[in-house]
Each structure stands twice: as C-alpha cells, then as structure tokens.
C-alpha cells in the first residue's frame, strides 16, 4: 500500500557530508510521522531522528549538531544531512513512517524502507 525509497547512501571520507531522501508513496491519506533510524553490522537497529507532526524532531545523542532532518510534505519527503560524518556512522541507513492510508483512525501503521549503506572510511 505504501512504499518508501531511500537514496543519497554511499561512500565518503570521515568528515564529509551526504544527505539522504526517501520518498513516501502509494496510498497515502496523511502521514503523521517520518523519520530515519539505521543498522551497523551486529548491532540493533536504532534511532537517528523522527519527527511526528506537531512535535519537536528527536535526534540521537551520537548525531546531535551533525545531523540534520528535514520534511517535505507536499512531495512525502524526508531528508537526512549528514555532516562531519564519522566511522562510527557507518550503517543501513531506514527511512520509517507512520501512514494513515484513509482517514480511519485504525488505518495508521508504520512502513520501511529498504535501507541504504552509508559507509564512512578513516
């Protein structure tokens, strides 16, 4: 019913930059919140930041002041700017959201994205 697809992933330089974009589709009725979490080898999959509509984006405390995320909602767009970008970011970068799919309440219910590598060399 709703697909998202990440890009903007890649290989970069500690302390480069890379922004990545997923884009939400299908059948949309609202969406009610976005957000961006990833996956290291051997590790949990975990928060980097997720906004819901009306309230504040929450950032991990690993990414505070380095990253950046943004929304587009008329395109269904999430944006995350990576900047000073270090080995320890590297990751499957998700893109999550919470998507009504009509404007029944018990509609809602969260999708992924496939993920996109993020790898940051020393």
């Known amino acids: 019913q709703v697909q998202l697809v990440e890009s903007g992933g890649g290989l970069v330089q500690a302390g480069g930059s890379l922004r990545l974009s997923c884009i939400a589709s299908g059948t949309i009725f609202n969406i009610n919140a976005m957000g961006w979490y990833r996956q290291a080898p051997g590790k949990q999959r975990e928060l980097v930041a997720h906004?819901?509509?009306?309230?504040?984006?929450n950032y991990a405390d690993s990414v505070k002041g380095r990253f950046t995320m943004s929304r587009d909602d008329a395109k269904n767009t999430v944006y995350l700017q990576m900047n000073s970008l270090k080995v320890e970011d590297t990751a499957v970068y998700y893109c999550?959201?919470?998507?009504?799919?009509?404007?029944?309440?018990?509609?809602?219910?969260?999708?992924w994205g496939q993920g996109t590598q993020v790898t940051v060399s020393s």
């Open positions: 999550n959201a919470d998507v009504f799919t009509s404007s029944w309440m018990g509609s809602l219910a969260p999708y």
């Open positions: 906004h819901t509509n009306g309230r504040n984006t």
